[in-house]
């Protein structure tokens, strides 16, 4: 049980999970480009000890591995999940109530305690300016926070019992900011903090806000838990650390005691800025637009503070074993909010939002002879209604049928789909709706399209195993390569516009469809490369699912509608970059180059493969 960010680096230093880098290293791209490299390896956390224009030191990689996730939390992680099990059903607690008294023991620590005087983060007043700015990809707008732990309290209803935790990058230098005066915050209204932001807009005040940097490790994992209705951040911060989340208010601004940093200020009504460009965790960046920011006030420093980060961009990254980790804590909390459906899984491989596997039940057929979806599309239309589940832009959902089923197998779920997928009848589209804010396949900023595959029944159909032949020397397509069972990539011309990928794409299915449209089949990807999407599952999932938009690149074989109702006997998803994607991440090369020198023998990296 951590008290501090630094007692958590000494036990993982002292378990073998920790290196330091002695070394002078630049916040300019040198320091995220060391991380992904030893994310990649598989590699221990770090401490940067020498952090170029800063005092502070940083560190990064903490959840770099499910293992020394697990082993962070490994004194309280299992009461966590009892309590959180126990809040989904508390019948259970009154079925057995002696067996759930130390899960009573572990709640108490939930609850946070005030304090005031003696507050060591409060000790030193410093800038924005004196933080480690790191900058972590070659186009992004400036240095960014990104483990902030951003604390606002409702205005209507003022107090830390009624406040909400969560974890929104920050901008801290670059664009049109004013250095040391300003960060840019990038949220949405509907979350939580704004929410704050709104009640606060009506009243005519700014909002309070202050981010808490570094703290207890559980502190971090709070801010972005998926929490069940009536849980707060703020409790659960202190069960998950085993120790009451302390705090104080300093000028009216909420401070955890706990921080290595906290920053205070002001968010104003209708005041905005360009944030952005940012390398996102799709693997791409977000662009500029305008987002709230906040007026700095006072950021302070604990005596040697360390500044938390970690790099985002292609998964995996460090954040998918956040994930990872939500995920088994949570349990079965999605059963709990969504009765029939017995698993969801956000694909990381595919940048988490756009793409859903999810397992549910069929209790709708009435004859044994009438297999086909029917639950399954009221299970679908709950998932994609609830929240971050909503930004998905294609479900895949199935029922069990005979035997068990693991959407975290990928191939093997996907093989099941499309062995029972009937085109004519199991494709549903949402059009003219939210996506992810991040996503940039849509017509414009949040905006896009959904499409759920929802199969069941017995088997249609045998997949190819190798490219049919309908699909091999057609004019103007080319390197017709096999993905997985079932689904074949095709390399097509350079997208232009959608006027010309209509036309393209009917000359491709007319030419399919002159050749015998294989039943086989059920799946092609138009792409910019078929070498590069079909050589893993990870890079099919990635390019497919993250470059297009199911309503504008959708197309099939033999396509036609009937009582409004879309079908085909082949789907085409042109998967192609087109001139409205962000671009994607790409690293600098002479900083890979430059941070060779920590890897060598000798330096602080020795014996890390990259």
């Known amino acids: 049980m951590y008290r501090s960010l630094e007692e958590c680096i000494a036990d993982l230093e002292e378990n073998g999970h920790l290196v330091r880098i002695r070394e002078e290293v630049d916040p300019y791209l040198e320091m995220a480009a060391i991380h992904l490299k030893v994310y990649e390896a598989g590699g221990p956390a ?15 990689n903490l959840f770099g591995t499910m293992e020394r996730s697990k082993f962070i939390f490994r004194h309280t992680l299992d009461a966590v999940q009892k309590v959180i099990k126990l809040r989904n059903d508390p019948v259970k607690a009154f079925k057995k109530p002696l067996a759930h008294i130390p899960n009573g023991f572990a709640a108490l620590k939930a609850l946070p305690l005030k304090r005031t005087g003696g507050l060591p983060v409060t000790e030193h007043e410093v800038n924005i300016s004196d933080l480690p700015l790191i900058h972590h990809w070659p186009m992004d707008g400036g240095a960014f926070m990104t483990l902030p732990q951003v604390y606002t309290e409702d205005p209507d209803k003022p107090g830390i019992m009624n406040s909400n935790l969560g974890m929104y990058r920050a901008q801290m230098n670059g664009n049109e900011y004013e250095l040391d005066q300003e960060i840019g915050m990038h949220y949405q ?22 981010i808490f940097v570094g703290g207890p490790p559980a502190h971090t994992l709070a801010s972005i838990m998926p929490l069940p209705e009536g849980m707060s951040e703020i409790t ?47 693997g791409y960046y977000s662009l500029t637009h305008n987002f709230p920011l906040m007026r700095v006030k006072k950021v302070y420093a604990k005596p040697n503070a360390i500044w938390p980060f970690t790099v985002v961009g292609r998964p995996p990254q460090e954040d998918t074993s956040f994930g990872a980790l939500i995920h088994e804590m949570t349990g079965d909390a999605i059963r709990q909010d969504i009765p029939g459906v017995k ?26 002879e ?33 035997r068990p089923l693991d959407t975290n197998q990928e191939v093997d779920f996907l093989t099941y789909i499309l062995e029972r997928i009937d085109l004519r009848r199991d494709l549903h589209f949402h059009t003219n709706t939210t996506i992810d804010t991040l996503d940039y396949t849509g017509p414009g900023l949040n905006s896009g399209s959904k499409v759920v595959f929802a199969a069941y029944g017995d088997k249609k159909r045998e997949l190819c195993r190798e490219v049919p032949d309908a699909l091999k020397e057609i004019r103007g397509f080319e390197n017709a390569r096999l993905v997985m069972p079932g689904i074949v990539s095709i390399q097509g011309p350079a997208f232009v516009d959608y006027e010309k990928a209509e036309q393209e794409l009917q000359g491709l299915s007319k030419a399919i469809a002159e050749k015998g449209a294989p039943d086989s089949c059920p799946m092609i990807i138009l792409c910019d490369d078929s070498t590069f999407l079909s050589a893993t599952i990870k890079n099919f999932l990635w390019a497919t699912f993250t470059r297009s938009n199911p309503s504008h690149d959708m197309y099939g074989v033999n396509s036609f509608y009937e009582h409004k109702h879309w079908s085909c006997d082949n789907v085409i998803i042109d ?24 890897f060598v023998k000798g330096a602080s990296l020795e014996g890390i493969e990259i």
């Open 189 to 210: 209204i509907h979350r939580g903090i704004g929410i704050h932001q709104d009640k606060a807009n009506k009243r005519g005040e700014p909002l309070k806000a202050s």
């Open 46 to 60: 770090l401490l940067f000890e020498n952090v170029k224009g800063s005092k502070f030191r940083a560190a990064s």
């Open 343 to 368: 698993e969801v899984h956000a694909v990381d491989a595919a940048g988490v939002h756009p793409l859903l596997f999810a397992i549910g039940s069929e209790r709708y057929t009435p004859f044994e």
């Open 370 to 402: 009438v297999k086909q979806p029917s639950e399954l599309l009221t299970l679908a239309n709950r998932i994609l209604g609830t929240g971050q589940l909503s930004l998905a832009k294609y479900l895949f959902i199935t029922a069990e049928d005979m």
């Open 236 to 282: 659960f911060a202190g069960l998950l650390a085993g120790r009451r989340f302390r705090y104080s208010y300093v000028d009216g601004y909420c401070i955890s005691n706990d921080a290595d940093f906290v920053i205070t200020g002001d968010i104003y009504p209708d005041e905005v800025k360009p944030e952005g460009p940012f390398g996102d965790h799709l």
């Open 575 to 598: 998967a192609r970059i087109k001139p409205h994607h962000a671009p994607p991440l790409i690293p600098d090369p002479t900083v890979e180059k430059n941070i060779e020198r920590l």
